[in-house]
């Protein structure tokens, strides 16, 4: 059970991460996201360009190690992500572009939508 809880927390983690990065998109379709979005870039950020570890990280690595599995040592980027990508492992300058990316991915997507609110007649 304790294995299943680890994968729940799992999945959670890379639903936020995926909605961090690119949610912009869907309150585009659905603006009452907004309020849910904006917060959450502003976590991720936060967490990429402080250095800092997600609490869901050592929730999953917690939960891994009751269930008798083994636990990892970093973030969830650094574990999952940059190990695909970059062998040699996540480092400060890496993580700090990846919070920029955040920032950069969504701004551009709410500027196109404010764009295209005040392109619209009645706006």
């Known amino acids: 059970m304790l294995r299943v809880a680890a994968d729940a927390v799992l999945l959670l983690h890379a639903a936020f991460v995926v909605f961090a ?3 912009g998109l869907l309150a585009w379709r659905w603006r ?15 967490v ?11 929730l999953e690595v917690a939960l891994r190690e009751r269930a008798g599995e083994a636990g990892y040592s970093g973030d969830f980027i650094g574990h999952y ?21 955040v ?5 551009a997507i709410y ?6 609110y005040l392109r619209r007649p009645n706006a």
Request: positive net charge; contains cysteine.
């Open 21 to 23: 990065v690119l949610g």
């Open 111 to 116: 500027a196109a939508m404010a764009r295209r």
């Open 48 to 58: 990429e360009f402080t250095g800092r570890i997600c609490p869901l990280t050592p």
């Open 81 to 101: 992500l940059t190990s695909m990508l970059y062998p040699e492992g996540l480092t400060r300058p890496m993580q700090t572009a990846f919070g920029i990316g």
């Open 32 to 46: 009452w996201l907004v309020w849910l979005h904006l917060p959450a870039v502003s976590w991720a950020a936060f």
């Open 103 to 107: 920032v950069l991915i969504n701004l």
